[in-house]
């Protein structure tokens, strides 16, 4: 229509950059000619494009099979009704981990040498994640998980692959009777497609699930043992609150038990009680992450996380074709703080992070407790409310004396601006 402006379509996020199939996608036709036991699945479109039937769970499992093996030299099996991930969709989860344990939002010790250590809840009889872990990154984990099956099939994929099984441990998770009867803990998706696996890709749009509490056999709670410390645990979490909800996607199939699908509250339950036991275990996690398959779900857990005094929160969408899945992380590890040299003086911008202000403060209050401190340490102040800044004028000496005191730490982000220094005094600005 005429005078109306075309609404400009945002760009959906990418697979993530390093992934090895980023830029190289599987192609299936040279699959099949270097793996004779995959070219029974491989037929060719009108177009004589190379493709699988996703609803033929032994077509998923080959190609996850073939594609371990000849992008990751791992020798891989499962069961028939086992959940069968997708190397792709795996792979993001793992890249983005590093991205976190690379970054300096918090500090990058964790008591065990220069060894990443990460902790996968319910590996399933898969065991993808310390599979991709181990051979990408080289890191060292414990898997756990519940179920006979799982644990027999998990410990088999770690011990065909001997170049790395020293880095992997599969532990058992010991579960009391008043838990329900559960096969397996998690790896929630029981379908999956050339894009993506899991939930249907309109999955942002479905209803919350209705808040239920976790009621399965424990997590991480009761299942680190005292004294461990982990750089990260990850999680893709039962998706569904009922097998009929994990049947919603008719067009793809990728095995999966009830257990590995399915718990009381879904996703939103169980991550739920993630958030619980981290709040228990705290620092022996330097980032506590899960997946989500439900855009609705990740809000209601961030705030969840807000209500837990949880400051440091990360967020990310994994992108496979045309479906999306979000990655939730956070720590309780405090801030690296940013220390301002005194020789910068051509920056006249810095940014900082505060800690420990308590949650019923807000920016005002924080403004007040500036004013208040520079005003007792003998600076002129001019607070702005309207604009939430503080401008102080100090003399060096009134500045020396305010470094030589220690300052309590609030939990905002503040930032000092058009520092000027005159001959004895100093004028700056802080906003927050």
């Known amino acids: 229509m005429a005078g109306k402006k075309r609404r400009r379509k945002e760009e959906r996020p990418r697979i993530h950059p390093k992934n090895k199939y980023s830029d190289n996608p599987p192609d299936f036709a040279l699959l099949a000619s270097l793996y004779p036991s995959f070219q029974p699945f491989v037929f060719y479109s009108r177009e004589g494009r190379p493709r699988i039937d996703w609803t033929d769970f032994n077509a998923t499992r080959e190609l996850t099979r073939v594609l371990l093996l000849h992008d990751h030299g791992l020798h891989w099996w499962i069961p028939d009704g086992q959940l069968c991930p997708t190397v792709p969709n795996r792979s993001n989860y793992i890249h983005w981990i590093e991205d976190l344990l690379s970054s300096d939002i918090i500090s990058g010790t964790n008591g065990n040498g220069d060894t990443v250590r990460g902790f996968d809840i319910g590996t399933g009889a898969n065991c993808i994640y310390p599979l991709l872990g181990a051979s990408l990154c080289g890191w060292s984990f414990v898997a756990s998980d519940v ?39 998690n790896n929630g998706e029981s379908i999956c497609s050339e894009e993506g696996e899991g939930l249907p890709s309109s999955s942002s749009d479905m209803p919350a699930s209705k808040d239920k509490s976790y009621c399965g056999p424990p997590i991480l709670v009761d299942v680190v043992r005292d004294g461990e410390s982990f750089d990260f645990c990850m999680c893709n979490p039962p998706f569904f609150e009922s097998i009929e909800e994990a049947g919603l996607n008719p067009r793809t199939s990728c095995g999966g038990t009830h257990a590995e699908m399915v718990c009381p509250g879904g996703e939103k339950a169980f991550v739920t009680r993630i958030i619980e036991d981290s709040v228990v275990l705290k620092q022996s996690f330097r980032w506590y992450t899960s997946m989500v398959g439900r855009k609705v779900n990740l809000k209601f857990l961030i705030s969840k996380l807000r209500e837990v005094g949880v400051t440091i929160v990360k967020t990310t969408e994994f992108v496979q074709g045309q479906t999306c899945r979000w990655g939730l992380a956070w720590s309780f590890v405090p801030p690296t703080k940013k220390i301002i040299s005194p020789h910068v003086t051509e920056k006249n911008i810095f940014s900082f992070m505060l800690e420990g202000l308590q949650r019923q403060f807000g920016a ?22 309207s604009c939430f800044t503080v401008d102080i004028t100090a003399s060096t000496d009134h500045c020396n004396a305010l470094l030589n005191n220690k300052v309590k730490e609030l939990d905002e982000i503040a930032s000092c601006s058009n520092v000027q220094e005159a001959s004895s005094s100093l004028c700056f600005r802080v906003s927050v």
């Not at 001997?162 to 559960?182: D, G, M, T, W, Y």
């Not at 005002?364 to 409310?385: D, W």
């Open 364 to 385: 005002i209050h924080v403004l007040q407790s500036v004013e208040s401190f520079f005003h007792t340490g003998g600076a002129s102040c001019k607070l702005n409310a």
């Open 147 to 185: 179920t006979d099956v799982a644990l027999e099939w998990a410990e088999k994929n770690v011990k065909n692959n001997p170049h790395i099984s020293e880095l992997i441990e599969i532990r058992k998770v010991k579960c009391s009777q008043n838990h329900f009867s559960a096969e397996g803990l």
